[in-house]
């Protein structure tokens, strides 16, 4: 098994809460690399919730299957706030989904700059008709595989935190 026992048993509250009540999951995803996705999928019964993933690994395929305006990346760079609710934006407005989850960070073990370290990690959160959550992850340089994993840990958290108790 890729992820552990607890993270797994969120994953499964997140589907059945979404289950109960008929919202749709989209993700976008590019430190991730589609680990969200493989969770949120892992768990038997995920067909009835989740609609879509975007694995945009690239600038590229963030403003060519997200929408994500490229001049918002060349004023703010890829692993930023902006870039993260765009992607989220994007994930929705190319889905039938009602919540998207999107990341963008450096996973490490190279990437890092000054300003955006190794560890640096930014997520947004959306449900239509309602205000974004958005985070900053500073998880400093854990390892590649442990700033995935934790991104992905806080990613299915915002979305349980959008879809209501």
Do not use: W
Not at 37 to 54: A, E, H, K
Not at 126 to 144: C, K, V, Y
């Amino acid at each position: 098994m890729i992820f552990s026992a607890p993270v797994s048993a969120r994953a499964s509250e997140l589907i059945d809460l979404c289950r109960r009540k008929t919202l749709l999951i989209a993700t976008a995803e590019s430190c991730t690399g589609g680990l969200i996705s493989g969770l949120l999928t892992s768990i038997p019964g995920s067909s009835d919730v989740f609609d879509s993933g975007f694995v945009t690994y690239s600038n590229s395929a963030k403003t060519r299957l997200l929408g994500v305006p490229a001049e918002l990346i060349s004023t703010h760079g890829a692993v930023s706030g902006e870039v993260a609710l765009a992607m989220a934006e994007g994930a929705l407005a190319n889905s039938a989904a009602s919540i998207s989850v999107a990341v963008t960070g450096v996973a490490g073990p190279g990437g890092g700059t000054v300003s955006k370290p190794i560890g640096l990690v930014h997520l947004a959160a959306l449900r239509r008709n309602m205000a974004p959550i958005t985070r900053s992850l500073s998880l400093g340089d854990i390892g590649r595989n442990e700033v995935r994993m934790q991104t992905v840990e806080e990613a299915v958290a915002m979305i349980y935190e959008l879809a209501g108790p």
